[in-house]
């Protein structure tokens, strides 16, 4: 019975034993086989070290491939707190260098950590500020490489590019909408230490930093500069609260310049507000368009066939009554009997109240929905507003009356250039866009683009044509006029909005806006501008605005070689008004004949002989009265 009981107390203690041996065995395996990298890398970390580089952020570019954001090579200040001798005399001297507090200085070197980035009083030092560091030799303190972005046109485009942070990150614009692309990853030099942290003398092993994609956007620098200096004069001449100019492929959807006032210097971002530097204007605006917005009703109207541009008839006696509210036209005692052209041309505010009437509540809300207000216009930027329109049930009389001249109702800058530019191409609507390709850095080969949109009609070709012929007449014989190029054909509508304030309109402080487009005939370029309580002048859209979309015009003329035309509609001048005359083609004809034919022009001749085989400027276009022509005579 003993030996029984010795032999069974034997076996249990064996199966004990061999079940603690096999638990040490699956253990040991377990950890050489599935923890192994997970303390392989704890146990590295103990001894290796790494000194960190920052990877470029990709570039931005233009549509030319201009640079807009790049980049350049800062230093930044690392110590290693192990590896620092006297922490007293080298917090004393950096701190003295970088001109901070001692303590603070002290608590960096003094930290108990592997490796400290100092910050962010070492971020992005000078050049002549890392020389003094890096003269000093103390172990434990290094300057490694550090990218910092630049934009280098400064204060242009900001408002779509954005900025970026201290540590590279995309906090507004395209840097913030595709920070995942921009941002690359982060390399490292590194090293392996002894227990006490001292840098052993082992080969260092450097990880090359990855820089981010390069992004190209459909941006024009060139017209994006003519722009901005628009919007220059305009803040000096005007001194506006608001300003904003914006321009479009109307075809495509491709914006092709955006700025506004006030603006921001992305490098130097921290001096600026945050209501500065995250309003972008022309998206994040709203506002009631005034007679902008007339374009969508008339584009309606001629849809649906309620009117006649040409034959149907309206008499502007200077106001209309609507369910006993009176609305008045801008002209003391009206306009008298017009036709619906005229009433566009003239900007008859009860004209277009007719038109809405004939239209309906029903017609002309499905009609500016189907133009894209009221949402967002899918812009590939971050920041947009959606406006605010009635809903039918609230759309009573007096609310279809004032829609119907863009009053009373709220959008955005970036949903009336997408809608006018419906209206004028032709019927589609396109979703504007800015990001044109994503370039791999290394090779520059494209490897995400923009996709072709074939965009959704919105109105008939023929519906299109009459708007362009409308609003060409406009620039031509109404109050766009200030806006009309000699040789040239340009469409366009002003606007002069009543702003709110607490639910009442102001006194004498207006939005004046122009919407313009050329050529009229086949829109390449559409163009809004818009100033916000210009101070000085006449608060009139085609006073004040008109003129400067013609300057961008103009640039967009010597840009994109846009052909003189001896087509189009001949101007309606005023008495104060530069006046322009179709010059006589006299090539062939002998000199005392082309004399009489020149009759009121300044005459140049050169060459001998008496007939006319070459003139300057060339025949069938407007040019100045009394202005100069140059002919060469030859027999």
């Not at 032999?7 to 040991?28: E, G, S, Y």
Request: with cysteine; hydrophobic share 35%; net charge negative.
């Amino acid at each position: 019975m003993f030996f029984n009981n010795i032999h069974t107390r034997m076996r249990v203690v064996l199966i004990i034993v061999i079940v603690c041996l096999l638990a040490i065995i699956f253990r040991v395996l377990y950890i050489q086989i599935f923890q192994y990298n997970k303390l392989n890398n704890l146990a590295e970390s103990l001894w290796s070290r790494e000194l960190p580089i920052t990877a470029d952020r990709g570039e931005i570019r233009d549509r030319n491939g201009k640079v807009l954001a790049s980049n350049v090579t800062t230093t930044s200040l690392v110590v290693i707190p192990n590896q620092i001798k006297n922490k007293e005399e080298v917090a004393k001297k950096i701190a003295e260098i970088l001109d901070v507090d001692y303590d603070k200085m002290y608590a960096h070197v003094s930290k108990k950590t592997s490796i400290e980035r100092v910050h962010p009083e070492g971020r992005q030092l000078s050049y002549e500020i890392a020389e003094k560091i890096n003269d000093l030799n103390y172990d434990g303190v290094y300057l490694v490489k550090e990218s910092k972005r630049n934009y280098p046109y400064g204060n242009v485009l900001s408002h779509v590019l954005g900025y970026v942070g201290i540590d590279n990150q995309g906090l507004s614009g395209i840097e913030l909408e595709l920070d995942d692309y921009l941002t690359g990853a982060n390399g490292a030099i590194k090293y392996f230490s002894d227990g006490k942290g001292n840098r052993l003398k082992l080969s260092e092993v450097y990880e090359e930093p990855q820089n981010g994609i390069n992004v190209d956007l459909t941006i024009d620098l060139d017209l994006q500069l003519a722009v901005e200096n628009e919007l220059d004069n305009v803040v000096s001449k005007y001194n506006p609260e608001q300003a904003l100019i914006m321009a479009m492929n109307p075809k495509t959807g491709e914006i092709l310049a955006m700025s506004s006032r006030p603006n921001f210097n992305p490098n130097n971002y921290q001096t600026y507000s945050v209501e500065v530097i995250n309003r972008n204007l022309p998206i994040w605006m709203t506002y009631e368009p005034g007679s902008t917005f007339k374009i969508i009703t008339l584009s309606a109207s001629l849809e649906e066939k309620t009117i006649n541009l040409f034959k149907d008839n309206y008499y502007d006696g200077g106001s209309i009554n609507v369910e006993g509210a009176r609305i008045k036209c801008w002209k003391a005692g009206g306009h008298g009997a017009e036709t619906f052209l005229q009433v566009v041309e003239n900007s008859c505010n009860p004209g277009f109240v007719v038109m809405g009437q004939k239209l309906g509540a029903e017609t002309l809300l499905k009609y500016i929905n189907n133009f894209g207000f009221g949402k967002k216009s899918g812009v590939d930027l971050n920041g947009e507003s959606s406006g605010i329109l009635f809903s039918l049930d609230q759309m009573g009389p007096v609310e279809l009356a004032t829609t119907s001249f863009g009053q009373g109702i709220s959008v955005t800058p970036i949903q009336q250039v997408r809608a006018v530019s419906a209206a004028i191409n032709g019927g589609i609507l396109y979703t504007p866009y800015i990001v044109s390709k994503m370039r791999e850095p290394e090779t520059n080969s494209v490897i995400k683009q923009h996709e072709k949109e074939n965009g959704t009609r919105v109105i008939s070709e023929e519906t299109s044509k009459l708007v362009r012929y409308a609003l060409e007449s406009v620039v031509a014989n109404g109050s766009g006029k200030n806006a009309y190029i000699e040789n040239y054909r340009v469409g366009g509508k002003t606007g002069t909005a009543q702003k709110v304030n607490n639910g009442v309109y102001m006194v004498g402080n207006y939005i004046v806006s122009f919407m313009g487009f050329m050529p009229a005939d086949d829109p390449e370029i559409v163009v809004y501008v818009a100033i916000d309580n210009p101070k000085g002048i006449t608060q009139y859209g085609g006073v004040v605005s008109a003129p400067i979309a013609k300057n961008v015009f103009k640039s967009a003329i010597d840009l994109y070689k846009f052909s003189k035309t001896k087509e189009g509609m001949p101007r309606t001048y005023t008495w104060l008004d530069t006046k322009y005359k179709t010059l006589p083609d006299v090539v062939g004809k002998i000199l005392e004949e082309a004399k009489k034919e020149l009759t009121g022009f300044n005459i140049n001749t050169s060459g001998t002989g008496d007939k006319v085989m070459y003139q300057s400027p060339e025949g069938g276009y407007y040019i100045e009265e009394n202005g100069t022509v140059s002919l060469m005579l030859s027999n």
